[in-house]
T-cell receptor
């Protein structure tokens, strides 16, 4: 069965500094990978997804993530964060042939002015 | 499209009462998912439907929980009887077609408080 581990539950970052949110997954088959963002009192919104092809995926709001199959990782990065990036970020995985989307426990990103 | 619509946004009920949460997926979407979010357990998939048929309900915690999708534009999640430990935010999501490579679109959620 697939699983996702987000190693950091909270990440404080100064405004305009870079950030990396870590995600590792476990699966016995090929996977699709996603990052979602949840703003306070909102539903989840897709930031980016990796389906196939280039391992570097660019998403909305200046975020990008890199799929590393050998390390089973899909870390999310942004070179310069803004106050508006304050939110909770979820990594998710689904396996080929199975729609079930499994989420990590989330990382709360706090931007310090 | 207005997106996935859930109602009510907030629900406060007494222990033992029946609670029904409602979801209208995005028109044309074939898959529908119910998730529960709590601080302790994060986001858990409860059940999902393809073309109105339940495919995987292994995440439904107990027999007190039931979900239906009578047609392509409506789904309900019912808890009967409700208990304080059911307090959580319940999300409905839909996706355009069957297949793991499609993103899920989430509603705003229903915050359920059982007292």
């Amino acid at each position: 069965a697939q699983s996702v581990t987000q190693l950091d539950s909270q990440v404080p970052v100064f405004e305009e500094a870079p950030v990396e949110l870590r995600c590792n997954y476990s699966s016995s088959v090929s996977v699709y990978l996603f990052w979602y963002v949840q703003y306070p009192n909102q539903g989840l919104q897709l930031l980016l997804k990796y389906l196939s092809g280039s391992t570097l995926v660019k998403g909305i709001n200046g975020f990008e993530a890199e799929f590393n199959k050998s390390q089973t990782s899909f870390h999310l990065r942004k070179p310069s964060v803004h106050i508006s990036d304050t939110a909770e970020y979820f990594c998710a995985v689904s396996e080929f042939g199975n729609e079930k989307l499994t989420f990590g426990t989330g990382t709360r990103l706090t931007i310090i002015p | 499209d207005a997106g996935v619509i859930q109602s009510p946004r907030h629900e406060v009920t007494e222990m033992g009462q029946e609670v029904t949460l409602r979801c209208k997926p995005i028109s044309g979407h074939n898959s529908l998912f119910w998730y529960r979010q709590t601080m302790m357990r994060g986001l858990e998939l409860l059940i999902y439907f393809n073309n109105n048929v339940p495919i995987d309900d292994s995440g439904m915690p107990e027999d007190r929980f039931s979900a239906k999708m009578p047609n392509a534009s409506f789904s309900t999640l019912k808890i009967q009887p409700s208990e304080p430990r059911d307090s959580a935010v319940y999300f409905c999501a839909s996706s355009p077609r069957q297949g793991a490579n499609t993103e899920a679109f989430f509603g705003q959620g229903t915050r359920l408080t059982v007292v």
